[in-house]
């Protein structure tokens, strides 16, 4: 195992601030390699760098919907039993740096050079050899791992990026433990259009002997599931929504019991998110039997604590503003149902951007009934919708609409349009909602 010193005593303090540069560029450099499903490149670089991941105890989670939420549940839950957390998630809203965290602290900005300036030498090698150049994915992958490992991470919680069975992440031989979340039609041209097929490559995450905690699905894609891990030896649980109960809930949190834990206490909102926290139950419990020490004080403490943004977050009050990354129609459905617990009787502002393989049709069929405005923007992002392709959609149900410019202009006219009574959602791309928090400090 390598030293931070080893890491990086070629790299003097006083010349961060040049390198951080030089690795934001080296960034965008890798964004125009564009991506690729495959582990051939990613196997050749964590070999290259000691396989990291093989130290590593991990819990490894792929779904459509609601991955990053259930690593947020386990992380908080881990850290409450004195683990030291190493978690991986994707993609950022505001910084690259907090795709890669350590008990929810963010990677530095002298880590993360210090640390891709190794792996950027790995990468030049390859492509000296007549090898890939790996993606910007796998190299975030890589450095994970390899941050991970160095900062004597005694669990981590992986999040896939697209799919699992040939995704970056889908390295690991014999994980603690593998969730899977909420299944739907999303990424369709890489992941196939059947929700039989896209629950295939979910499934490939599924390694022999190691126990599988999966979220409720129609009967074909539980069987895809019952499958691969009947072909592994994987114990398989499946979450009881007949045993989950919501108690409470207001625009401070949430309060469900399952099973025999009651009470239990959180701060996201949305029916959907007192399910993402069961399956995190159902996973604190294989953890246990596997023999981690997880007190039911800790996974109380930790469901309280356990925080993730961009997911019906308040950003602001009087108008209420919410963020949300309702960006596929499984994220809309619990948009929908969330506005109906939270703000029934009031008016609703939307403002609203999407990526170009959304379906944006079935997206704006969903929300825009609920609006008495919606304010389009494009997020900033290569495969960004064009927002007047989305007011021809969005107009269908919502005959009052604007095109910004921009994500200020947007945010801008929404308070000009709203009154002290009104709410106002942010949703869709993570691309765009992640500006408004300071957008909103600014004002």
């Not at 093989?54 to 919907?65: D, F, V, Y």
């Not at 740096?97 to 530095?108: A, D, K, Q, V, Y």
């Not at 002298?110 to 950027?120: A, C, N, P, V």
């Not at 926290?277 to 023999?291: D, N, S």
Request: charged content about 20%; aromatic content about 8%.
């Amino acid at each position: 195992m390598l030293s931070d010193d080893k890491i990086i005593s070629y790299v003097p303090k006083e010349v961060i601030p040049i390198i951080y540069k030089s690795s934001e560029h080296y960034l965008t450099y890798l964004d125009t390699l564009g991506s690729h499903l495959g582990l051939e490149s990613i196997f050749e670089l964590l070999d290259r760098l000691g396989n990291p991941e093989e130290t590593l105890k991990c819990i490894h989670i792929a779904g459509t919907n609601g991955k990053g939420s259930v690593a947020s549940y386990l992380t908080s839950i881990l850290m409450e039993a004195n683990n030291i957390v190493g978690t991986f998630t994707s993609p950022e809203i505001t910084t690259i740096r907090e795709t890669i965290c350590i008990n929810t602290s963010f990677i530095s900005p002298y880590d993360l050079d210090s640390y891709l300036q190794t792996i950027k030498v790995h990468c030049e090698n390859m492509l000296k050899e007549g090898l890939s150049h790996p993606t910007r994915f796998e190299v975030l992958v890589a450095l994970a791992f390899f941050y991970f490992q160095d900062k004597g991470c005694t669990v981590v919680v992986l999040e896939t990026g697209m799919g699992g069975r040939l995704d970056a992440t889908n390295v690991l031989r014999g994980p603690l433990c593998c969730a899977i979340t909420s299944i739907g039609l999303d990424h369709m041209a890489y992941l196939g259009d059947t929700l039989e097929a896209i629950a295939y490559e979910k499934s490939g995450i599924i390694k022999p002997l190691s126990p599988v905690v999966l979220y409720p699905a129609a009967d074909s894609v539980r069987t895809v599931f019952e499958q691969v891990c009947n072909q592994n030896d994987a114990p398989l649980t499946v979450l009881d929504l007949d045993k989950l109960k919501l108690i409470s809930h207001d625009l401070s949190g949430q309060t469900f019991s399952y099973k025999d834990y009651l009470n239990i206490k959180i701060k996201l909102l949305g029916e959907h998110q007192i399910r993402n926290a069961a399956l995190a139950v159902e996973v604190i419990q294989v953890l246990q039997q596997k023999g981690l020490k997880i007190s039911t004080d800790a996974l109380y403490k930790g469901f309280a604590k356990a925080t993730w943004p961009g997911r019906f977050e308040k950003v602001h009050d009087e108008p209420l503003f919410f963020i949300d990354g309702a960006h596929n129609v499984q994220g809309a459905t619990a948009l929908r149902e969330t506005i109906s617990a939270y703000c029934k009787n009031k008016k609703i502002i939307f403002i609203m951007g999407l990526l170009q393989d959304k379906d944006y049709a079935a997206i704006s069929k969903l929300t825009a009934p609920l609006a008495s405005h919606v304010f389009l923007v494009r997020p900033s992002n290569p495969r960004a919708l064009d927002p007047r392709v989305l007011e021809v959609e969005v107009k269908k149900y919502c005959t009052h609409t604007t095109l910004c410019d921009c994500v200020a202009s947007a945010t801008h006219l929404a308070l000009k349009h709203s009154t002290s009574e009104d709410v106002i959602i942010a949703f869709g791309s993570l691309y765009f909602i992640g500006e408004i928090p300071a957008l909103l400090k600014n004002l």
